[in-house]
């Protein structure tokens, strides 16, 4: 598994609810949380679980690209 940083955007396996599947990483440790770039809902995750789940790790973007 890929490093995974604060601030990385994820792209997970499944798409969210609201039609999207790409995230921001808000919290790591135990758990990780997440949130949905689209409509700013958070997920909290453990790692096996999250690990499973994500499809590909962005890295961090800046909010002016």
């Known amino acids: ?3 995974i940083n604060l601030n990385d955007e994820v ?3 499944k798409p969210h609810a609201c039609k999207t599947n790409l995230w921001t990483i ?3 440790g135990v758990d990780v949380k997440i949130k ?3 409509c700013g809902r958070e997920v909290m995750l453990d ?3 999250f ?3 994500v499809k590909k790790i962005m890295g961090e973007k ?4």
Do not use: A, P
Request: aromatic letters at 0%; a positive charge; glycine letters at 0%.
């Open 1 to 3: 598994m890929q490093k």
């Open 11 to 13: 792209i997970m396996k």
């Open 26 to 28: 808000t919290r790591i």
């Open 36 to 38: 949905c770039k689209n």
């Open 47 to 49: 790692r096996m679980e």
């Open 51 to 53: 690990e499973k789940k």
């Open 62 to 65: 800046n909010e002016n690209e």
